[in-house]
């Protein structure tokens, strides 16, 4: 069975420092992992997503994730964080075979000033 | 100009009334779905259209019934509602139904069942 673990529920970062926000699968084959974001009373905002090549994609508000094959993992990262991060973010999974994503259960990112 | 657009954005009802919720994509894209997120924020694919063909429905009470008139538009209409009804459901868009095309969201209605 496919599935997505976001391992935190709560990620706590100081303004101006690296953050990272977790996201590991477990899947029999390929999957094609995306990154979404989802303000206080805001649908859900696409950041990033891999398909295949680069292990490390570039996405919208200065986010990037690194595909990490042999561990299964795509961590979401930014060098510096800004308050205006905060958010809820969901890391989510889909197969060539299946038109359905699979979603993590979300982390809440904080930043603090 | 507004990618994926939902009314309406909140709706607020009494147990045992039907209430419907559009949704409206100008992407040009094939495939619409509908998700419910509950309190817990967790999200949960409801339904999905390609090209107004119904792909995915999932474990849904048949109360919440969808419509797709065109490519373009995608209803969903809910009977006789319930306390558990209450929750925010997304509407969003992909160009296709491939695993790599990117799900496009609404902005969300919060329906709220009194």
């Known amino acids: 069975a496919q599935s997505v673990a976001q391992p935190e529920d709560q990620v706590n970062v100081a303004e101006g420092n690296p953050l990272t926000v977790k996201c590991t699968y477990s899947?029999?084959?390929?999957?094609?992992l995306f990154w979404y974001v989802q303000y206080p009373n805001r649908g859900l905002q696409f950041l990033l997503k891999?398909?295949?090549?680069d292990n490390l994609v570039k996405g919208s508000y200065g986010f990037e994730a690194e595909f990490n094959k042999s561990q299964t993992s795509f961590h979401l990262k930014k060098p510096s964080a800004l308050v205006s991060d905060s958010a809820l973010y969901f890391c989510?999974?889909?197969?060539?075979?299946?038109?359905?994503?699979?979603w993590g259960a979300g982390t809440k990112l904080i930043i603090k000033p | 100009d507004t990618a994926v657009s939902q009314t309406p954005k909140y709706l607020v009802t009494q147990m045992g009334n039907d209430k419907s919720i559009k949704c409206e994509q100008n992407?040009?894209?094939?495939?619409m779905y509908w998700y419910k997120q509950d309190s817990k924020k967790f999200l949960k694919i409801m339904f999905s259209?390609?090209?107004?063909?119904?792909?995915i429905n999932e474990t849904v009470p048949n109360r919440f019934s969808p419509k797709s008139p065109d490519k373009a538009h995608l209803n969903l209409h809910i009977n006789s509602l319930e306390l558990g009804d209450s929750a925010v459901y997304f509407c969003?868009?992909?160009?296709?139904?491939?695993?790599?095309?990117?799900?496009?969201f609404g902005p969300g209605t919060r329906l709220t069942v009194l």
């Open positions: 969003a868009s992909s160009q296709g139904g491939r695993g790599t095309d990117t799900q496009y």
């Open positions: 899947v029999s084959g390929n999957p094609y």
């Open positions: 989510a999974l889909r197969m060539d075979s299946n038109y359905q994503l699979i």
């Open positions: 891999y398909i295949t090549g």
């Open positions: 992407l040009g894209h094939d495939t």
């Open positions: 259209y390609n090209n107004k063909e119904l792909i």
